[in-house]
């Protein structure tokens, strides 16, 4: 996304993460979600297991698919829901 190249351009990423964020939970709770229970998770998302670029193969050779070349990097954000499925009782 950015380039941290100094620590002011850091502090900028982070607090236009934060803003994103907050957008993001605004937006949940103006839709009636129980911001009780959010979870933030990390994901990566790396090349294709078919790309041959210079990370990947190297990857392949050494056969970890840890090093293979980092396409995306953000974060999901996971609400629970009502337990109201939950709730039948197979007596029914």
């Given at each position: 996304m950015f380039k941290k190249k100094t620590p002011a351009k850091s502090e900028v990423i982070i607090k236009r993460a934060m803003?994103?964020?907050e957008k993001l939970l605004v937006q949940l709770d103006k839709e009636g979600k129980d911001l009780s229970k959010v979870k933030l998770r990390r994901f990566q998302k790396t090349h294709n297991i078919s790309c041959t670029c210079l990370k990947c193969s190297l990857a392949n050779t050494k056969k970890d698919p840890r090093l293979r070349g980092l396409r995306e990097f953000g974060f999901k954000v996971y609400?629970?829901?009502?337990?109201?499925?939950?709730?039948f009782s197979g007596n029914d």
């Open positions: 803003a994103e964020i609400v629970a829901e009502p337990d109201s499925e939950d709730k």
